[in-house]
């Protein structure tokens, strides 16, 4: 079975550092990428950007390039998304989901989602 | 950049059909991929490449794309479909999801 597991809920502070997590199991975790989503509250569906976890491979949306570092381990089938200095408006509910096909494909599973609240 | 334009909502009655729909330029060129999204809830796909339903996945959902329009249907409507649903393609090498449509169930 197919699973995406993500780190807890954090509470930051505006300037402080953070990396969630995205364990992935149940398939060829290095030979499928990796997408990250971002959901600020009431909004819609961001997408951030992708990791092929076998070469780290990584291309981010315009909208976040330089803003967040995404990374894997395929050691431990594991995916990072992280930040140097959080911002309150990186206050959001982050998705990881695993992509089927680059280029044209869907995103079949997903992660249970990660809350991220940054406040002073 | 592409854009994606749904409709804010849709409000339809139990029993019947729910039609969403994705806008964008040539859309019928690009393949479409339809997900659902629960509140409190991860996003889900309920249709992949314009017409493809996963398993498990009622046949009252269906997908259609053509021209400058895709569809998501849902026919039979229960109060469990009530939920965001976003429509999503590929355009230069960068996912584009839709604002997102709130389907009411009265």
């Known amino acids: 079975e197919v699973q995406l597991v993500q780190s807890g809920a954090e509470v930051k502070k505006p300037g402080e550092s953070l990396k969630i997590s995205c364990k992935g199991s149940g398939y060829n975790f290095p030979k499928s990428w990796i997408g990250w989503v971002r959901q600020m509250p009431g909004k819609g569906l961001e997408w951030m950007g992708i990791?092929?976890?076998?070469?780290?491979?990584?291309r981010y949306s315009p909208s976040f390039e330089g803003q967040v570092i995404m990374s894997a381990d395929k050691s431990i089938t594991t995916a990072y998304l992280q930040w140097s200095s959080l911002k309150a408006s990186d206050t959001a509910m982050y998705y990881c989901?695993?992509?089927?096909?680059?280029?044209?494909?869907?995103?079949?599973?997903w992660g249970q989602g990660t809350l991220v609240t940054v406040s002073s | 950049s592409y854009v994606l334009t749904q409709p804010p909502s849709v409000s339809v009655a139990p029993g019947k059909t729910a039609r969403i729909t994705c806008g964008g330029n040539?859309?019928?060129?690009?393949?479409v991929h339809w997900y659902q999204q629960r509140p409190g809830q991860a996003p889900v796909l309920v249709i992949y490449?314009?017409?493809d339903r996963p398993s498990g996945l009622p046949e009252r959902f269906s997908g259609s794309n053509s021209g400058n329009a895709a569809t998501l249907t849902i026919t039979r409507v229960e109060a469990g479909d009530e939920a965001d649903y976003y429509c999503?393609?590929?355009?230069?090498?960068?996912?584009?999801f839709g604002g997102g449509t709130k389907l009411t169930v009265l």
């Open positions: 490449y314009d017409t």
């Open positions: 989901a695993r992509l089927d096909y680059y280029g044209s494909g869907s995103y079949h599973y």
């Open positions: 040539n859309i019928g060129g690009k393949s």
């Open positions: 990791i092929y976890p076998g070469d780290s491979d990584t």
């Open positions: 999503q393609v590929w355009d230069s090498s960068s996912v584009i």
